[in-house]
């Protein structure tokens, strides 16, 4: 497409961004984002036209209120802004059905990075909407795609619920977890250690069913997180070693099975109120939001091109904490950081990365 459809996709950005600033805002404190209008929110006054237009307003208005003088957030232009290039990047870098599908992609993705940033939260609105979004979006390419959607959803959820899990693990320092009940993180790590012996479906099953049945009996089964997740490193290792499963078949069922549970169960969480016990009080290492979010990348992008961009998001919040000086800080903008770079060269730079070492 020419110059003007780049320069119509830029302004067209401008405009989401500028809602996507009243979800930034809204969302995390459990607020409509249709009603009441834009208002300042020192003073409540009603926002007008002229001082709703992205970016110039803000500079127009020497980024304060011009009813009570309060300061506004910079992080209002820079959220347009950053809409607008990546809107106008997506129109000149892809052809334009796929251009079109990727501004909910990257608005989702936005939205999200700030919000955690912000709140260290990531709204299940977001996270599962923009997963829901992509499954619909690879169904129009056919079923094959839907299915690899599907799994890259599930695998890059298991790989970061199983990193967060052994994180935890190391934390706790060998101690089990309160479980959740019917389902938590005992049923994920069960889930992914059948799944390394048996495959991804069986690991699904299994996982599955410890969930029925704790919901049936009203009781809590569970295998002890350090046994299913120190068993689960022995399957792998003898699986490297030639026995029972090829080993890159083991971790792929057991990532499979862990993600798909992992999704579902938190699905479970977000649809009925109260399931979730409050594990407030325990060391984690990854939030499960972090998790819900890995699948919507797997989703969109596939799960090659998303372990590019954990690199890179992995990179960037180390380098960022170092910084900083914090070893605590949210890891969902560097996550949707490193979507978004998997989303345009990931599968080249994967590609590259094999051609390199011979695969």
């Given at each position: 497409m020419g110059a003007m459809w780049v320069a119509w996709a830029f302004v067209l950005g401008l405009v989401v961004g500028s809602f996507l600033n009243v979800m930034i805002y809204r969302l995390p404190r459990g607020q409509s984002v249709v009603f009441p209008p834009s208002h300042c929110p020192d003073c409540g006054k009603r926002l007008t036209p002229a001082e709703l237009v992205p970016v110039l307003s803000y500079l127009w208005q020497k980024g304060r209120c011009r009813q009570c003088g309060a300061r506004i957030s910079p992080r209002y232009p820079l959220v347009e802004a950053l809409t607008g290039l990546?809107?106008?990047?997506?129109?000149?870098?892809?052809?334009?059905?796929?251009?079109?599908?990727?501004?909910?992609?990257?608005?989702?993705?936005?939205?999200?990075?700030?919000?955690d940033a912000e709140h260290e939260i990531l709204p299940d609105v977001l996270t599962y909407g923009g997963l829901l979004l992509g499954l619909v979006f690879a169904s129009f390419s056919g079923a094959a795609s839907l299915a690899g959607a599907l799994g890259g959803a599930a695998l890059a959820s298991g790989l970061?619920?199983?990193?967060?899990?052994?994180?935890?693990?190391?934390?706790?320092?060998?101690?089990?977890?309160?479980?959740?009940?019917?389902?938590?993180?005992?049923?994920?790590?069960?889930?992914?250690?059948?799944?390394?012996?048996?495959?991804?479906?069986?690991?699904?099953?299994?996982?599955?069913?410890?969930?029925?049945?704790?919901?049936?009996?009203?009781?809590?089964?569970?295998?002890?997180?350090?046994?299913?997740?120190?068993?689960?490193?022995?399957?792998?290792?003898s699986a490297w070693m030639g026995a029972g499963q090829p080993f890159f078949e083991s971790v792929k069922g057991a990532l499979f099975a862990a993600g798909g549970v992992a999704l579902l169960g938190g699905l479970y969480w977000a649809l009925v109120p109260g399931t979730e016990d409050d594990e407030g009080d325990e060391a984690v290492a990854l939030g499960f939001g972090d998790v819900k979010l890995a699948g919507m990348l797997g989703a969109w992008v596939g799960f090659g091109p998303f372990l590019v961009g954990l690199f890179f998001a992995v990179v960037a919040g180390a380098l960022t904490g170092a910084v900083l000086g914090q070893r605590r800080i949210p890891f969902g903008p560097f996550l949707a950081l490193g979507g978004v770079l998997a989303y345009f060269f990931g599968q080249a730079i994967l590609n590259a990365y094999l051609a390199f070492i011979g695969w």
């Open positions: 990546l809107f106008a990047f997506a129109a000149w870098w892809l052809p334009w059905p796929q251009a079109v599908f990727s501004w909910f992609f990257l608005a989702i993705l936005i939205a999200l990075a700030f919000i970061l619920v199983l990193i967060g899990g052994y994180g935890a693990l190391w934390l706790r320092r060998g101690r089990d977890a309160r479980g959740s009940w019917p389902v938590g993180f005992h049923q994920v790590y069960l889930a992914a250690l059948v799944g390394a012996l048996l495959g991804p479906w069986w690991g699904l099953l299994a996982g599955v069913a410890n969930w029925v049945l704790n919901w049936a009996t009203r009781r809590r089964f569970e295998l002890p997180e350090p046994v299913s997740l120190l068993s689960l490193v022995l399957v792998w290792g």
